[in-house]
């Protein structure tokens, strides 16, 4: 069995080719620029060639994207997008036309010359071709993915409150990291760019999803010290988004999210604190330009750190030299592969059939 797993991020896209008959140690792993910044690159192609610029394919992670295109329209530059490829910019098509893109049907792209960018967080010809090239197998039995969804907010509603709404229901419904795992049919309509990913790979293989943040806490539940601790406090920082979990196993105390760039050090490790001890209000985090925090299980609130604070993610330097003492987590050796081993338990969980064999290879989970 192979299952293929790639957490989408907006600076790397993690991939692990998971196979439990072999040492984790000897999967095959790539850790390749995410395709918010490959459609960066190809959108400043097309300025530098003073090419028109026509945007295709589905709603996908902004950030890189969204701003080379901005930088693309600040010269001078003409664009063209679909709508569902200008999603990715903004879920209100008026706002993509206030920027300046021009939306077309797909029946006038046909007639518009321009340098054609695809938007598309998953390109399972481009990993096939990666992978073959060096003689691996491409014959998937399971994909996992993995990518953060802001989702289509209402008009007049915050997106980062939007997306702290969803996490704060999927934990009220059921308090369990493994609760974000889900197979493609389930995701609620509203996250548009994680159903935008998993159609992507429609009729490949059985696919399950889970967002990125959990799936990062999941994967570092898999290192052995932290597996050791029945309670950890568990940061992932990754290039945009922080994602903070006070843990009892895989029962989720409290937690918050901000954004990496938004906070100084000072801040995550004030904010990680008051998460532990059951004080940090939701406006603190809010009013910070952050997404929010949520008590959600006030009988683990603790009067100190949990004894290891464990930190993932491509941003973790940011509390090195702190008091929070951080455990840098690096399940089976690699930091990089976290939310994979993340996102591999999440298609166990959605596809029982596959539970034994990834068990198996991976041990079992700490309890809910």
């Known amino acids: 069995m192979q299952i293929l797993a790639i957490d989408m991020g907006t600076g790397t896209q993690d991939i692990l080719l998971f196979d439990p008959e072999q040492p984790v140690e000897n999967n095959v792993k790539m850790v390749l620029p995410s395709a918010t910044q490959v459609a960066a690159t190809r959108i400043r192609r097309a ?3 003073r090419r028109p610029l026509l945007l295709t394919g589905v709603v996908s992670g902004g950030g890189p ?3 080379a295109a901005e930088e693309f329209l600040a010269a001078g530059g003409t664009a063209y997008a679909t709508p569902e490829a200008a999603q990715t910019f903004n879920d209100d098509l008026d ?4 920027m300046g893109i021009r939306i077309v049907s797909d029946d006038e792209t046909r007639a518009i010359d321009a340098e054609r960018v695809v938007l598309q967080d998953l390109d399972l010809d481009a990993v096939r071709t990666a992978l073959t090239a060096f003689e691996v197998p491409v014959g998937f039995d399971g994909i996992a993915l993995g990518c953060l969804d802001h989702g289509a907010a209402p008009p007049d ?3 980062r409150l939007f997306r702290f709404e969803h996490l704060r229901k999927v934990v009220e419904g059921r308090n369990d990291l493994l609760a974000f795992a889900s197979r493609p049919e389930d995701l609620p309509a509203y996250l548009t760019r994680a159903r935008a990913m998993t159609a992507s790979a429609a009729g490949e293989a059985p696919v399950a999803f889970m967002d990125t943040g959990p799936a990062a806490a999941l994967g570092a539940l898999h290192d052995e010290r932290v597996a ?3 309670e950890t ?3 992932n920082l990754g290039n945009m988004h922080l994602l903070a979990f006070h843990l ?3 029962r989720i105390a409290s937690l918050f999210e901000h954004h990496t760039g938004e906070l100084a050090t000072a801040q995550v490790v004030q904010f990680t604190g008051r998460m532990v001890t059951g004080v940090l209000e939701h406006a603190e985090i809010f009013n910070s330009k952050g997404h929010g925090a949520f008590a959600a299980d006030r009988s683990l609130v603790r009067p100190a ?3 290891v604070v464990a930190v993932t993610g491509p941003q973790r330097q940011k509390v090195r030299a702190t008091s929070l003492a951080p455990y840098f987590a690096a399940p089976y050796g690699d930091m990089m592969i976290s939310g994979c081993f993340g996102l591999v338990r999440a298609f166990a969980e959605v596809y029982p059939e596959a539970a034994a064999a990834i068990e198996h290879r991976l041990g079992p989970l700490p309890a809910s």
């Open 157 to 159: 509603v915050s997106d």
């Open 248 to 250: 009892r196993g895989r």
């Open 95 to 98: 706002e993509v036309r206030a």
């Open 233 to 235: 406090a568990v940061l």
């Open 228 to 230: 050791s601790e029945p």
């Open 47 to 49: 300025a530098r060639e």
């Open 65 to 67: 994207c969204s701003w």
């Open 305 to 307: 750190l949990p004894s």
